[in-house]
């Protein structure tokens, strides 16, 4: 649809992050690539976070955990069964490229309802009906597994007040109980 080869979209991202990070560190940013090239450019303002904003790659193929490795502080896995987060989390830190530093991981209950294909599954241990014992339970194993960012799934809602009623109960209920 946008004329770009379906092959060639990884490699072009990681050379689009890679000059984008030039533009936002460098104060003379020059870049020489297959898809974009720039010298004697002026590029402000810069981003306040240092050295840059945070990155996020989503994805669970190798290249998108290996790009993670390369130029994200964080990764939000799509498909990956909340189980192998740990060997994901273990092969992108593995990687040649990996700086260190703070790593996050999102990972939302409501993930565990999508399978292969993007289907959704009935999964019970993603309904949003969930008791407040459930939910703390399953964030406690989701921290065990390495994810530092999640949320609580929300029950169908048909207005405003029942939606900050239940706001209001994983405030109240669940967010004292978990430690993040």
Known sequence: MLGVSFHERGRMSDEYLAAIIELWTSDSPSFEGNYVSFKDVAFAPKPVQTPHVPIWIAGDADASLKRAARFATGWSPFLTPPQDIPAKLDFIKSQPTYQGGPFDV???????????????IDNPKAQPGMSAEEIVDRLGWFKELGVTITCVPIPAVH????????AQWVIEEIKPRVQW
Do not use: C, P, T
């Not at 999102?106 to 399978?115: N, P, T």
């Open 106 to 120: 999102a990972y939302s209950i409501d993930k565990l309802r999508i399978g292969k294909g993007h289907v959704v």
């Open 159 to 166: 207005e405003m007040n029942a939606y900050l009623d239940y």
